[in-house]
């Protein structure tokens, strides 16, 4: 059965679901995400195929893992985006975002009408290119280090650091007047890079006022030379940044749902609300994401879908879902036939009738490179993690070590074995695709791009 209705997809950069208050977490963070749940359905134990942003997006949009066609980076036009299946189906498409390796320039424009991707914004490129050649001499000595530290601190003073990335405001507001120009029924992907490090909230947004700006930017400057140098005080404050991002998002978000509602699309669209990976605050010794590990904290991600009319309103699913679930389950909700190339199953069937659809393991990877392969294996117990770069595995049982604390592939080497057979199966299966070095956009921004990248971590 067709269904005529609007679909708002939203993506939250770096998201952990255990910060939200719908999955538990005691500080007020998300009301808006909250009050979202109520009304839809909760899956909480959703996993990311990847730990990286290229990785996982694929998975998102395309329901491919990142490693099959082509491989991580460009978006080959071997994979088929949902936006593309949609516009196909007559549907209005828009995306608004400003993450860079979710730009034009890598293909992920592919089937959207309108695709702002902030790509030519100027975010002080000269001043953070000082200061990352800076960083780079102080990780080799620690003289440079010391001054380094005492001259951000004064230089913070004069010229606060800005954010590379567009703030959740200036997405939202464009994303409101796409939509209030649409007649159409319409497909918007919005991608928030709010909780993407570095932390520095809007003012009203600090933790507890504990924390001004300045000291912000240098917790963040000093997270990148030497994040083992960060004391357990400046830990927790670099967490309560997190929080702050996060309820500034939040009520950014909470503003585009009151919006929606006053143009009457609330109730009548699917609105979909997830993120490609987590992050990490040293539970194994890193912070950030761009270790290529594969912990629960980096590849739990928050998945919650409201249907509308209210149907499944308050649903609460405890399966294993993955990111390649949800362009199929989109696309199962509105009647549309699936392409042949995705991989991921649909969720309606577990919410009609909890006995069908269960998952039983997710893959996600890491990086895919003959001999340097980082993949994990989960099934609702188990997690197998085979990390050839640093020749090791590690096997886990979640249910009575949710944190990943005791490795036990040396004290139970068949039930090792038999996760890493199902590794194998999924090598097998992406063989096809060739893993190398994200290459540079060969566009007349790929200076502006890369720029960018730096600045987010990612190369």
């Not at 993506?11 to 910060?19: E, V």
């Not at 001043?127 to 380094?148: C, G, H, P, Q």
């Not at 299966?429 to 190398?436: D, F, I, K, P, Q």
Request: hydrophobic content about 35%; glycine content about 6%.
């Amino acid at each position: 059965m067709r269904r005529e209705e609007n679909v708002v997809m939203i993506t939250l950069d770096s998201l952990r679901p255990d910060h939200l208050g719908l999955y538990g977490y005691k500080k007020k963070t998300s009301p808006a995400l909250d009050q979202l749940g109520s009304e839809g359905v909760v899956f909480t134990e959703a996993i990311s195929n990847g730990s990286h942003t290229a990785i996982s997006f694929p998975a998102i949009l395309t329901s491919t893992y990142g490693s099959m066609y082509d491989g991580y980076g460009y978006l080959s036009k071997e994979r088929t985006p949902i936006a593309e299946v949609l516009s196909k189906e007559g549907y209005s498409t828009a995306a608004f975002h400003s993450n860079p390796y979710l730009s034009a320039a890598y293909n992920y424009d592919r089937g959207f009408e309108v695709f702002y991707d902030w790509i030519r914004n100027d975010f002080s490129v000269s001043r953070f290119k000082t200061l990352d050649k800076l960083v780079d001499l102080a990780r080799e000595r620690i003289e440079i280090r010391n001054m380094l530290l005492f001259m951000l601190k004064l230089y913070s003073w004069i010229q606060p650091y800005k954010i590379p990335y567009e703030k959740a405001e200036v997405i939202t507001q464009k994303a409101i007047g796409w939509l209030r120009e649409c007649s159409d029924r319409f497909f918007i992907w919005i991608h928030y890079m709010d909780t993407h490090w570095p932390w520095i909230p809007p003012r009203g947004y600090f933790p507890n006022g504990s924390v001004s700006n300045e000291e912000a930017s240098r917790l963040w400057w000093k997270m990148l030379i030497d994040s083992s140098s960060l004391s357990d005080e400046e830990l927790r404050k670099l967490v309560g940044l997190y929080d702050g991002q996060i309820r500034y998002l939040d009520h950014t978000m909470g503003t585009f749902f009151d919006e929606l509602g006053k143009m009457g699309l609330y109730d009548n669209s699917l609105v979909v609300v997830t993120s490609d990976h987590g992050e990490e605050f040293k539970e194994h010794g890193d912070l950030g994401h761009h270790s290529l590990k594969l912990y629960e904290e980096l590849l739990r991600v928050p998945l919650v879908m409201k249907f509308s009319k209210g149907l499944y309103g308050g649903s609460v699913v405890n399966d294993l879902v993955s990111l390649l679930d949800v362009a199929p389950t989109i696309v199962d909700w509105l009647g549309i036939d699936r392409p042949k190339k995705w991989v991921g199953s649909s969720l309606l069937p577990t919410l009609v009738d909890k006995r069908r659809g269960k998952m039983k393991a997710v893959i996600s990877e890491g990086n895919i490179k003959q001999g340097h392969n980082i993949v994990s294996y989960r099934s609702k117990r188990w997690k197998f993690i085979l990390d050839e770069r640093r020749r090791k595995e590690e096997l886990y049982d979640l249910q009575k070590d949710p944190k990943e604390t005791k490795n036990l592939a040396k004290m139970m080497p068949r039930k090792a074995k038999e996760l890493e057979a199902k590794i194998a199966e999924h090598l097998n299966l992406v063989s096809g695709a060739v893993e190398t070095p994200v290459p540079s956009p060969k566009t007349e921004d790929e200076k502006l791009i890369r720029e960018r990248l730096k600045a987010l971590g990612y190369i």
